[in-house]
Protein backbone atom coordinates (compact mmCIF):
# COMPACT_ATOMS: atom_id res chain seq x y z
CA UNK A 1 0.00 0.00 0.00
CA UNK A 2 1.18 2.87 -1.07
CA UNK A 3 1.77 5.67 1.92
CA UNK A 4 1.62 9.97 1.00
CA UNK A 5 2.26 12.82 3.80
CA UNK A 6 -0.95 15.11 3.35
CA UNK A 7 1.28 17.15 1.20
CA UNK A 8 2.60 15.05 -1.23
CA UNK A 9 -1.15 14.07 -1.48
CA UNK A 10 -2.03 16.90 -2.04
CA UNK A 11 0.28 18.09 -4.80
CA UNK A 12 -0.24 14.53 -6.78
CA UNK A 13 -4.50 13.96 -5.74
CA UNK A 14 -5.77 13.62 -9.47
CA UNK A 15 -3.47 10.83 -10.01
CA UNK A 16 -3.60 9.61 -6.68
CA UNK A 17 -7.84 8.87 -7.10
CA UNK A 18 -6.99 7.34 -10.68
CA UNK A 19 -4.43 5.36 -9.86
CA UNK A 20 -6.59 4.13 -6.88
CA UNK A 21 -9.61 3.44 -8.92
CA UNK A 22 -7.48 1.84 -11.74
CA UNK A 23 -5.72 -0.57 -9.63
CA UNK A 24 -7.38 -1.15 -6.76
CA UNK A 25 -5.49 -0.36 -4.21
CA UNK A 26 -5.74 1.96 -1.06
CA UNK A 27 -3.70 4.83 -0.76
CA UNK A 28 -2.71 5.88 3.23
CA UNK A 29 -2.24 9.70 4.02
CA UNK A 30 0.13 9.66 7.30
CA UNK A 31 0.86 12.91 8.62
CA UNK A 32 4.34 14.16 8.49
CA UNK A 33 5.09 13.24 12.40
CA UNK A 34 4.54 9.74 11.17
CA UNK A 35 1.29 9.32 14.03
CA UNK A 36 -0.68 6.34 12.54
CA UNK A 37 -3.32 6.48 14.87
CA UNK A 38 -4.05 9.66 12.67
CA UNK A 39 -4.02 8.21 9.59
CA UNK A 40 -6.15 7.91 6.74
CA UNK A 41 -6.48 5.28 3.85
CA UNK A 42 -8.80 6.29 0.21
CA UNK A 43 -10.33 3.61 -1.40
CA UNK A 44 -12.24 3.46 -4.70
CA UNK A 45 -15.92 3.89 -4.59
CA UNK A 46 -16.25 0.18 -5.76
CA UNK A 47 -14.16 -1.59 -3.33
CA UNK A 48 -15.93 0.60 -0.60
CA UNK A 49 -19.41 -0.37 -1.92
CA UNK A 50 -18.16 -3.85 -1.91
CA UNK A 51 -17.05 -3.80 1.96
CA UNK A 52 -20.03 -2.04 2.68
CA UNK A 53 -22.36 -5.03 1.21
CA UNK A 54 -20.09 -7.85 2.73
CA UNK A 55 -20.84 -5.69 5.88
CA UNK A 56 -24.28 -5.92 5.40
CA UNK A 57 -24.34 -9.98 4.77
CA UNK A 58 -22.54 -10.53 7.76
CA UNK A 59 -24.74 -8.64 9.66
CA UNK A 60 -28.09 -9.60 8.37
CA UNK A 61 -26.60 -13.54 9.19
CA UNK A 62 -26.81 -14.53 5.31
CA UNK A 63 -23.44 -14.81 5.16
CA UNK A 64 -23.03 -17.41 8.05
CA UNK A 65 -25.81 -19.41 5.68
CA UNK A 66 -24.24 -19.05 2.85
CA UNK A 67 -21.04 -20.61 4.64
CA UNK A 68 -22.96 -23.16 6.50
CA UNK A 69 -24.34 -24.41 2.91
CA UNK A 70 -20.98 -24.34 1.27
CA UNK A 71 -19.53 -26.69 4.14
CA UNK A 72 -22.86 -28.57 3.96
CA UNK A 73 -21.91 -32.19 2.87
CA UNK A 74 -24.79 -32.56 1.14
CA UNK A 75 -24.31 -31.62 -2.64
CA UNK A 76 -25.47 -28.95 -4.13
CA UNK A 77 -29.40 -27.36 -4.13
CA UNK A 78 -31.18 -26.97 -7.50
CA UNK A 79 -31.15 -23.01 -7.41
CA UNK A 80 -35.14 -23.27 -8.03
CA UNK A 81 -35.72 -24.78 -5.03
CA UNK A 82 -34.45 -22.15 -2.90
CA UNK A 83 -36.74 -20.28 -0.37
CA UNK A 84 -34.46 -16.93 -1.34
CA UNK A 85 -37.10 -14.68 0.87
CA UNK A 86 -36.08 -16.84 4.14
CA UNK A 87 -32.54 -15.96 3.53
Given amino acids: MEN ?11 QILKDINQQNKPVTITPANGNED ?5 ISKKDWDSIA ?7 T ?4 KVHKR ?3 NSGFSNVDDID ?3 L
Avoid at 38 to 42: L, M, S
Avoid at 53 to 59: A, G, H, K
Fill in 4 to 14: YTPTNARKNFY
Fill in 38 to 42: EAAII
Fill in 53 to 59: ETLYLEN
Fill in 61 to 64: GTLA
Fill in 70 to 72: EDD
Fill in 84 to 86: WDS
